[in-house]
């Protein structure tokens, strides 16, 4: 499989992993509502641009530490989810809550660096 979001491969190591699974999350919305609606070919590109994020994620160098096990564990319960007729792992909502939650923190911590910059600009005018 290719990757999907080319552009990103430098950018993408400049995230925060909130920033990171915001974005994971995004596209595992996307796959959720398009297998739902019956939608496969919607469903299998937005699942290859999930994995491809996901997969980004586990390798940046940053998360090879206690975050590693958590975010294979996430792979597969993702996988599981949305590939899988019988799931073995939590209900669906547990994980749009699991990434709803890292979507605001990364919003938050956008807000800040912008009133960072701000502040830093007033101060050097």
């Known amino acids: 499989m290719t990757a999907q979001h080319s552009e ?3 950018r993408w190591l400049t995230f925060s992993l909130a ?5 994971v999350g995004s596209e595992y919305e996307r796959a959720l509502v398009s ?3 019956g939608k496969k070919q919607e469903f299998h590109r937005a699942f290859a641009r999930l994995t ?8 940046d160098a940053r998360w090879q530490n206690h975050r590693l096990k ?7 319960f993702i996988h ?3 590939c899988n007729e019988v799931r073995e792992y939590p209900d669906p909502r547990d994980l749009r809550e699991y990434f709803l939650f890292f ?18 600009a007033i101060g050097n005018e």
């Open 103 to 120: 979507g605001l923190l990364a919003n938050k911590e956008r807000a800040r660096a912008r009133i960072g910059n701000r502040q830093s």
């Open 52 to 59: 491809d994020l996901l997969d980004r994620t586990i390798s």
């Open 19 to 23: 920033e990171q699974l915001g974005n």
């Open 35 to 37: 297998k739902r609606r």
């Open 80 to 82: 599981d989810e949305l």
């Open 8 to 10: 990103l491969s430098d």
């Open 70 to 76: 958590e975010l294979t564990l996430l792979k597969e």
